[in-house]
């Protein structure tokens, strides 16, 4: 069993005491939050800068939904097996191999660029390459956040783990207009490949022990049957994941049809597309810096819902708007509404999940983000064969639609606390191992 190192000269701020920053007392947790924000920074201006570059080269919108589909469709087709792998491997190594990979590839990327031989294609299948490992390294490196903090420490620990997100969604925008200004795209792969690298090394500061579970099965395959069997009798968790699903392919038009609407709607380039990037960022870094003050008091089931439905409005209402100004606003309210779907989500499933099952149920949630590339082919469709407005106002009705429907039952199931109802899950998990239930 890991021991949790005790904190060392860290000073106590009573005005914090209850929220999530007590995480940090934890010196594992602290550089895997400093290797995540490496990471993430890389990771937003590597989506984006593939986008852009994509639409420098084709100018076409069912290209740039492929590009999303080419990085995505590997997370839905082969993540359900890297939770497999995390469940018996160690996490930790796992991860330092793929993010070593994502450096190779992103350098990669920035030579090709640099020897002007980039083509549409290349794109299409280093983005292959990069969702194929980012399958097998969310399951591992979401299931390791459980392993260096204490239980009771685990919703705030996902919930600064969310900062990084909303941070890197504003230095990720911020990076991409100077550096490709000043070195071009070659420099921004270059970079984004270096902060990669620090990645690495940070992680291989951290300790490897406590990053393997036992193996509840003797093979892979019979491992990703118990997994589903032990989902299907999970059915909070089911639920969570069904609504991220819906979402995940409905909820997905605003990234893919945002370098439209700076072309077409708003007649700009780099300058407004960064603009607009860095109103979703702020507007992320909003909601997750309250997130993490709220603390023990968050509804997750109510506020998941409230933010699927507030998702989808903002995006009718951005897709209505012609005015830049306005249009930025609303921008930042997406990024708060998405941040606070995927940290309610992560936080609930996390708090449910057994952890001889937390790298294969995370595999399935993953589900929720792969699903995007089959809603970012399909808005990109959408918006070439009628046009972006409408395809981004198609989405945000069926995302609304969508959790009402799912929320309900959601609702049902967790109720309105800050704690999902837990009444049914011992028998559950009893029934699944044969065996009777626990005294202690």
Not at 125 to 147: K, N
Not at 289 to 299: Q, V
Request: without cysteine; proline residues 3%.
């Amino acid at each position: 069993m890991y021991v949790y190192p005790r904190a060392h000269h860290i000073v106590h701020i009573s005005i914090l005491s209850g929220t999530s920053y007590s995480a940090f007392k934890y010196r594992e947790y602290r550089l895997f939050w400093v290797a995540a924000a490496f990471s993430n920074i890389g990771m937003w201006s590597l989506i984006y800068g593939r986008l852009f570059l994509m639409r420098t080269l084709t100018g076409s919108e069912v290209m740039l939904g492929l590009v999303a589909t080419a990085n995505l469709a590997p997370v839905l087709i082969f993540s359900m097996w890297g939770g497999v792998l995390a469940d018996r491997f160690n996490r930790l190594k796992i991860v330092r191999f793929t993010r070593l990979m994502f450096a190779v590839a992103t350098f990669g990327t920035g030579i090709l660029i640099q020897s002007g031989a980039v083509e549409p294609w290349h794109i299409l299948v280093i983005s292959s390459v990069t969702g194929t490992l980012l399958a097998f390294d969310i399951p591992s490196r979401s299931a390791m956040v459980a392993s260096i903090v204490p239980k009771d420490h685990l919703g705030g620990a996902i919930a600064l783990y969310s900062i990084v997100f909303g941070a890197a969604a504003i230095i990720g925008p911020i990076l991409i207009e100077p550096l490709v200004s000043n070195w071009g795209l070659e420099g921004l792969f270059y970079i984004i490949g270096g902060s990669y690298v620090l990645t690495v090394i940070t992680l291989f500061m951290m300790q490897t022990k406590g990053h393997k579970v036992t193996a509840t099965t003797r093979t892979a395959l019979a491992g990703l049957i118990e997994g589903f069997a032990y989902l299907k009798q999970q059915r909070s968790i089911f639920s969570v994941i069904l609504l991220g699903i819906t979402l995940g392919v409905f909820g997905t038009s605003f990234d893919t049809l945002l370098p439209v609407f700076t072309d077409e709607i708003f007649q700009g380039g780099r300058g407004v597309y960064g603009q607009l990037r860095l109103g979703v960022g702020i507007g992320g870094l909003i909601a997750t810096i309250a997130i993490t003050l709220i603390g023990n008091r968050i509804r997750p089931a109510l506020y998941l819902t409230v933010g699927g439905i507030g998702l989808g409005a903002a995006q009718i209402a951005f897709a209505q708007t012609n005015v830049l100004d306005l249009a930025i606003i609303v921008a930042g309210v997406i990024g708060g509404f998405k941040v606070l779907m995927g940290t309610m989500n992560t936080t609930v499933v996390q708090t449910l999940v057994d952890e001889e099952f937390r790298g294969r149920v995370l595999s399935i949630n993953q589900l929720t983000w792969g699903a995007s590339a089959l809603g970012g082919l399909l808005m990109g469709y959408l918006a070439q064969r009628f046009d972006a407005p409408f395809a981004m106002t198609l989405g945000g009705l069926i995302a609304i639609i969508a959790t009402l429907s799912v929320g309900q039952s959601l609702l049902r199931s967790f109720g309105l606390g800050s704690q999902p109802n837990l009444i049914n899950k011992p028998t559950q998990e009893n029934t699944l191992h044969n065996k009777p239930p626990s005294t202690s």
